[in-house]
């Protein structure tokens, strides 16, 4: 009998750890990516000994493949995937390809805004707890490597709706689901039904010893969780009610978390990540780190010692009195909001990218409250131009990280906020989000 024939679409983080772990497995296996392969995946590839193309899918090899792992950045509309699935070869994401060759844990948070802080605060205090826990998925390194070359008791893992999206048998023990909003909707056919069937695929296989935590306060995800037989144990956060129940709410300054009738107090002035977005984040990490028995005093530690991420609303620098925040993880409409609702003094906003299908309207009277200025940064800026003309005074274009922080300081003045969350994607001009926001910094610290 031959040995099964596994093909990988992408060779970045997830597509060469997928394939590790596919050649550990002793599968026949065979990378191939349309683009250019980074030289440090490429050297991954070469030392396990697994073959691959570059700027180029051949066809004639991909269509003998028993199975595709597809990188989550591939749309399903792709001539590629089309041709597989006209062929009727099955096409799987990474997570679901690994999840088969580990008992482990897992730790899995999907939504719009707030997944990776959640993801990384999970991560933070199960480390801090002393856990053998590893982190992946959106985040990290490839969950597939970890399976391969480790040997986790847990993970935390940041799912986006692409991986979901290829993931059927794969099932998460500990669900959290953080909101859902308008996102990616270029990638459903601009459905915004198609996007929430989609995160709500992170309950999909999970049975009543499982765990399901979301956002009693998110609008849509409360208009649809009924549509959906979740058959988990259901855990709710709020900031607006009291959960009477299973979960934390916030109850004169203090979040107070209740699991198994347990209680648990912390004060909001401990945590380290401030906002009301971060609260609900603290909330969704505490909450699944007290299922897995974690001490009170590590839970109240670790979220009061935890660093920030990068790119998510980073202070940079103060030039001359101008404070500099590097919002550029910001992709969406709805965690532009949350940075537009931190901000305390008057502020130059530096938006633009690849639009998303972005409705604006939620932004408007956060941007006619405290923006004084806007600079676009983007090849494309007539939606954002034509959105806020009449709101904000001054509206100035540029095509570049570093003309857009100097004409932004030329706008400020002392005790200005100039802050960088673009709404959009990042792709007509930079690499990725990373890419923008270190463009971002550099320019900051070269004034």
Excluded at 166 to 179: G, H, Q, S, V
Excluded at 338 to 343: G, R, V
Aim: with cysteine; aromatic share 8%; glycine share 6%.
């Amino acid at each position: 009998m031959s040995r099964k024939n596994i093909i990988v679409l992408g060779a970045g983080e997830s597509g060469v750890g997928a394939a590790i772990l596919a050649k550990k497995k002793g599968f026949d296996v065979f990378v191939s990516d349309l683009g250019k392969i980074k030289e440090k995946y490429k050297n991954v590839l070469l030392h396990h000994e697994i073959n691959f193309e570059e700027g180029k899918h051949t066809e004639s090899i991909i269509l003998q493949a028993d199975e595709v792992i597809k990188s989550p950045g591939i749309p399903d509309n792709a001539s590629i995937i089309k041709a597989i699935e006209n062929k009727g070869i099955p096409v799987i994401d990474e997570l679901e390809f690994a999840a088969r060759y580990t008992n482990a844990t897992k730790v899995c948070i999907t939504g719009s805004n707030g997944k990776t802080t959640t993801t990384l605060l999970t991560y933070h205090i199960l480390k801090n707890a002393g856990f053998n826990v590893g982190l992946g998925g959106n985040v990290g390194q490839s969950f597939a490597q970890q399976v391969a070359e480790n040997n986790f008791d847990y993970y935390v893992l940041e799912v986006s709706s692409f991986q979901l999206d290829r993931m059927f048998n794969f099932k998460a023990e500990i669900a959290i689901l953080t909101n859902i909003t308008p996102d990616h909707l270029d990638r459903y056919n601009y459905q915004f039904e198609n996007y929430i069937r989609s995160k709500f695929r992170i309950t999909q296989n999970q049975t009543a010893e499982d765990i399901f935590i979301f956002c009693a306060d998110d609008d849509e995800t409360m208009k649809h969780i009924y549509n959906y037989q979740i058959a988990a144990k259901k855990y709710s956060i709020s900031l607006l009610k009291t959960i009477s129940d299973n979960g934390a709410y916030l109850e004169n300054k203090n979040i107070i978390l209740t699991t198994n009738t347990k209680k648990i107090t912390m004060e909001l002035e401990t945590l380290a990540l401030q906002g009301r977005h971060n609260i609900y984040n603290s909330m969704a990490a505490s909450v699944a780190s007290k299922i897995l028995n974690v001490r009170k005093s590590i839970i109240k530690n670790s979220l009061s010692n935890f660093d920030n991420i990068e790119h998510r609303l980073e202070f940079i620098a103060k030039v001359h009195g101008i404070e500099f925040i590097n919002d550029s993880k910001a992709t969406n409409v709805n965690s532009t909001w949350y940075a537009l609702e931190c901000m305390t003094k008057p502020t130059i906003w530096i938006v633009g990218g690849q639009d998303k299908g972005n409705d604006y309207s939620t932004l408007k009277l956060l941007v006619k409250s405290k923006v004084k200025a806007i600079v676009c940064l983007g090849i494309e800026n007539s939606k954002i131009i034509q959105e806020f003309s009449g709101i904000v005074p001054v509206i100035v274009e540029t095509k570049s990280a570093k003309e857009a922080v100097d004409t932004a300081y030329l706008l400020a003045e002392s005790d200005d906020v100039v802050l960088l969350s673009p709404c959009c994607s990042s792709f007509d001009l930079f690499e990725n989000f990373e890419d923008r926001g270190i463009q971002f910094k550099n320019a900051v610290n070269e004034l």
